[in-house]
């Protein structure tokens, strides 16, 4: 089973890239996000990949991060979700933000993102609801305080928000991890301008 690439990047499309590692070419199937921010194509690239065997071959699924793979496998549990709904699920925002709307049970706002029914939504949120909240913490980043929901919904706005902004979910991933831990009891404006300066420099 292969679990991760490292290679170079050698063709890029909307929903897949192809990685040449030690002479082979391996297509790897991307949510949209991910493919547009990778770097350029003959630049290194880095993807944690699940693998996923049929009568008819193998197919592979690559992220940017082990939480990013993680939220595809929880999404991929879901009754009717395939692989490829799957992607489409994660292509339709920040993957950050399709967690906390999960976890939030907020089936009105994940029904306004793109290619999300509302009947998907609600089975999402009835299979996945309080089983996604790990996702938002990486070894070595922020911690849950004693207001762990108040952490999740900051950490998620924050992200949104500078996406919006045009910064690369790994620079914003980047950033929100440097944070001090006791940042996260401050308000959202708080939160958002002391990730601004990190990405900026001014820190």
């Excluded at 996260?184 to 900026?200: C, G, I, K, P, Y």
Aim: charged content about 20%; hydrophobic content about 40%.
């Amino acid at each position: 089973m292969i679990a991760y690439l490292n290679g170079t990047l050698i063709d890029k499309k909307e929903l897949a890239v192809v990685v040449d590692v030690n002479g082979v070419g391996y297509e790897v199937f991307c949510a949209r996000s991910i493919v547009e921010n990778m770097g350029p194509v003959g630049g290194t690239c880095r993807l944690f990949v699940h693998t996923q065997y049929r009568t008819d071959g193998a197919s592979l699924f690559g992220f940017s991060s082990q939480q990013e793979k993680d939220l595809f496998l929880s999404l991929i549990k879901v009754d009717s979700v395939g692989p490829k709904s799957a992607l489409n699920i994660m292509s339709a925002a920040p993957w950050r933000e399709i967690a906390h709307l999960i976890e939030e049970g907020s089936v009105a706002q994940l029904a306004k993102l793109p290619k999300i029914s509302k009947k998907t939504a609600e089975h999402l949120v009835v299979k996945l609801k309080g089983k996604l909240g790990d996702l938002f913490f990486e070894d070595g980043g922020i911690q849950t305080n004693n207001n762990g929901t108040q952490v999740r919904m900051l950490r998620s706005e924050t992200q949104t928000a500078l996406s919006h902004l045009g910064y690369k979910s790994i620079e914003i991933d980047r950033a929100l991890n440097e944070l001090d831990e006791n940042i996260w009891s401050s308000d959202f404006q708080t939160v958002l301008r002391s990730a601004l300066n990190h990405l900026s420099g001014n820190i």
